[in-house]
């Protein structure tokens, strides 16, 4: 997995794409609220955004979260590389690089002109590549609502925006890998959000940021064979 943790899109100067939809707004971008989004309405497949900072930036992984392009859609950095782009959330590491602008461009070959194409929310900034991790994953589905029952037995309550929780194990940690899981449990505290992004042949779990609210402690356990075990449970935030 890739944990975008380090995001620094908003310490960027400006942002702009000649694609942008008339009815939207480029800076939805920057909020990281569901209920937000940047419509694009290109003239041919490509959407590209340009993003300066005052210094240069240094990054390896961008992020691209409730977005709608489709099958063999590509994104790449200032000419470079051309990396494939997972429906629905990417996390994608395109290699350590150090600038002060940012080109990025989106091609979708579905994408036929001016048919609108969003982005929900865009990262960019650096990633933590977690151990390997066990194919055992747990998927919770959870509800946030609270019930009240009268003194008969009458139901009521409050409804409150569910949200997704995922529990993953690490079953082969090495002593440098426990001290970079560390230095991320470190940054990221129980409040933080960031991206999660599966590896290629797992299923993608999320498509908004999440947080380690029910990892409170990060235990590690020294196995028999001389590695560590771990494990974290992240949950959807919105």
Do not use: W
């Not at 992984?61 to 099958?71: D, N, R």
């Not at 001016?114 to 390997?132: A, C, M, N, S, V």
């Amino acid at each position: 997995m890739i944990f975008l943790y380090k995001r620094n899109l908003q310490t960027a100067t400006a942002i702009a794409s000649p694609d942008i939809s008339p009815i939207s707004e480029v800076a939805n971008l920057y909020d990281t609220r569901l209920s937000t989004y940047a419509l694009f309405a290109p003239a041919g497949n490509t959407v590209s955004i340009s993003i300066p900072f005052d210094e240069a930036l240094q990054f390896d992984t961008i992020g691209i979260g409730g977005h709608s392009f489709g099958e063999g859609t590509t994104i790449s950095i200032n000419g470079g590389e051309a990396f494939p782009v997972p429906r629905r959330h990417a996390v994608i590491n395109v290699g350590a690089d150090s600038q002060t602008d940012i080109n990025i461009l989106i091609t979708d070959p579905t994408l036929i002109a001016r048919i609108p194409r969003y982005i929900g929310r865009l990262e960019i900034g650096e990633g933590y590549k977690t151990p390997d991790i066990s194919a055992q994953i747990k998927l919770d589905n959870v509800s946030n609502s609270e019930a009240i029952l009268s003194a008969s037995r009458q139901s009521y309550g409050y409804r409150k925006a569910p949200y997704a929780r995922s529990s993953f194990q690490f079953p082969y940690i090495t002593t440098d890998e426990r001290r970079v899981m560390g230095e991320f449990f470190q940054y990221v505290d129980v409040f933080v959000p960031f991206f999660v992004g599966m590896d290629e042949d797992c299923i993608e779990v999320f498509d908004n940021y999440v947080i380690l609210e029910e990892t409170q402690t990060l235990s590690f356990q020294l196995s028999e064979a001389l590695h560590y075990t771990s494990s974290i449970t992240v949950s959807e935030v919105f």
